[in-house]
């Protein structure tokens, strides 16, 4: 019973995290949108390069060293690397979408993670789990609309932005369980896709007015947000038991959308999103109910044992 008082308050908080990342996210592709006609590379360049300041500030203000824990380099490029591809996906999708869509074709993360958690984490998938990939899937169609046009790119790049994301998140909770501080993770992967936009940002820049610097930099701030939580939520509590709460991204946004943009999704992106977010639901509850047969089944036997 110990262990168990232990663990609630990590779950509880982990929760919390998840929620306030997507709402700083949710803002971030607000920003993004709000920023204008800047090029999608520009943009991801100075999202992550305001981030980084924030996180070398915070780690300053901490007096936390930037020491690396040993073995962990490596899974920190693989997050950094697959998040960079990522996130450019699913900035070219916000620049080009209505962003309830994009968010929600990026919160195809949790499902993808559930696929390479087996690779890297070595978490088998049970038949419920697959189920829910599939489900999530068929949902993204309905947001996708594939077609013979030009017109389904950015729905497609909204879609591997979410693989992009879901294997930085299989690697974050890698990182977490290795005991990685958090604001290190941030701060490598802020960092790492600076310098790989830089060049970009060199020979390619286009200028900007006042105010694109400043959705600019509200962009990066937002990011550094939900960086932080979500690293945090997912280094206090597995992924596929907490992931579900993230979802939430799609009412901020949609809410945002609306209020600033003038934008409402149609009645495919509604279907897309009652599937795929009633898929996530489902799977969280029979995840949470198997945990609780199980907790009660060792408690029997302890029991009978005594």
């Keep these: 019973m110990e262990v168990q008082e232990e663990k609630r308050p990590q779950y509880t908080v982990a929760i919390l995290f998840i929620i306030g990342a997507a709402f700083f996210f949710a803002l971030m592709n607000l920003f993004i949108r709000l920023a204008g006609d800047v090029p999608t590379l520009q943009k991801c360049f100075f999202r992550n390069f305001f981030a980084l300041l924030i996180a070398v500030f915070t780690l300053w203000k901490s007096k936390t060293p930037f020491r690396i824990g040993k073995g962990n380099t490596r899974y920190l490029l693989a997050r950094s690397i697959a998040g960079a591809l990522g996130m450019v996906c699913n900035f070219y999708a916000i620049d080009h979408m209505a962003i309830s869509d994009a968010a929600m074709l990026n919160k195809l993360s949790p499902f993808f993670a559930i696929i390479f958690s087996i690779f890297v984490l070595s ?81 390619n820049y286009a200028p900007m007015s006042a105010a694109q610097w400043l959705f600019l930099c509200l962009t ?49 992106s509604v279907i897309g999103y009652v599937i795929i977010i009633g898929t996530a639901v489902t799977k969280w509850f029979f995840t949470v109910r198997t945990k609780r047969v199980k907790k009660k089944s060792c408690f029997l036997e302890g029991k009978q044992r005594k």
Excluded at 135 to 162: D, H, R, T, W, Y
């Design 220 to 268: 990066g701030a937002a990011a550094a947000g939900g960086q932080i939580c979500i690293t945090n939520a997912y280094a206090k509590a597995p992924a596929k038991e907490v992931s579900v709460y993230d979802f939430s991204i799609v009412i901020f946004t949609a809410i945002f959308g609306f209020l600033f943009l003038d934008q409402v999704p149609d009645y495919l």
């Design 123 to 203: 978490e088998r998938a049970n038949k419920w789990e697959w189920t829910a990939v599939i489900c999530a899937f068929i949902g993204a169609l309905f947001v996708i609309k594939p077609s013979f046009s030009f017109e389904v790119i950015p729905a497609v790049a909204g879609a591997f932005g979410g693989l992009g994301a879901g294997i930085a998140y299989v690697y974050v909770r890698k990182l977490g369980i290795r005991k990685e501080k958090s604001m290190i993770v941030v701060a490598f992967f802020s960092g790492f896709t600076s310098l790989m936009l830089l060049p970009n940002l060199i020979f």
